[in-house]
């Protein structure tokens, strides 16, 4: 499922993390995360009326026969759902997570396709719910895990709750610790020690998602780095980021 997501509940995070930190240390006021239902985060709808109830068991009954099974109808429409979000077709995507839903309601990858449509439309709350609802069934997923960890990060880039900054640092650790290999669940670290102060953290992170990714760091990001700390191992210096 994991292969057409990777990091979609995106990070534009770089440089503005200087602008944040102060949003860190000087909120007194943490915003109120909503309440959330299924109801709330997946838009299907039962039918309301005879003629509607008629033509969605015709769809399920016919999908059924297509496929063998609703479990293997729903499957499709995750396929489906997934190239629609890679093409950024977002309605597409969301409606075809929908019919593959209706199919399978128990489909852990509708939750985990559905939190990443979320957040792609910059709706932390609908994605987390979602992605946390994937992660019950599946808590030693590291790419779940790092989805989940990213939507706090992005949430707490809007809303500055030092909370999600925790979270997504705790889940992040987790994910590296399952999978020692994935550069951007380090480069993800490095993000979450700058919001943090913690600098020299910050280098050992990201030195450890470069020599596994050259190409995943942001010289917006290393020069915000490099403005509070000077680089331990010499790979960047100022003068290159210029």
């Given at each position: 499922m994991r292969?057409?997501?990777v990091v979609a509940?995106?990070?534009?995070?770089?440089?503005?993390?200087?602008?944040?930190?102060?949003a860190l240390t000087e909120s007194?006021?943490?915003?109120k995360h909503p309440t959330l239902s299924m109801a709330d985060v997946v838009p299907v709808m039962?039918?309301?009326t005879p003629e509607a109830k008629a033509k969605q068991e015709k769809f399920l009954q016919e999908n059924a026969d297509r496929f063998k099974s609703?479990?293997?109808a729903s499957e499709y429409y995750v396929l489906q759902a997934q190239r629609a979000f890679n093409d950024r077709k977002q309605d597409s995507a969301s409606y075809l997570f929908g019919r593959a839903y209706l199919m399978d309601s128990t489909?852990?990858?509708?939750?985990?396709?559905y939190g990443i449509v979320y957040g792609r439309e910059q709706k932390y709350d609908e994605a987390l719910f979602l992605l946390y609802r994937a992660l019950e069934k599946d808590k030693q997923n590291p790419r779940l895990?790092?989805?989940v960890a990213t939507s706090h990060l992005s949430r707490f880039y809007a809303k500055a709750d030092p909370e999600d900054l925790m979270q997504s640092r705790k889940l992040l650790e987790q994910a590296v610790q399952l999978s020692p290999n994935e550069a951007d669940a380090y480069y993800k670290l490095a993000i979450n020690c700058y919001y943090l102060r913690e600098y020299g953290s910050a280098w050992t992170y990201l030195h450890k998602s470069i020599q596994r990714d050259k190409e995943i760091a942001d010289k917006t990001f290393i020069a915000a780095l490099l403005e509070k700390k000077q680089d331990p191992q010499r790979v960047y210096t100022p003068q290159q980021m210029l």
């Open positions: 292969k057409y997501m509940v995106g990070l534009a995070l770089g440089i503005s993390a200087c602008n944040t930190q102060n007194n006021n943490m915003p039962e039918p309301e609703r479990k293997l489909n852990n990858d509708i939750f985990w396709g895990l790092n989805d």
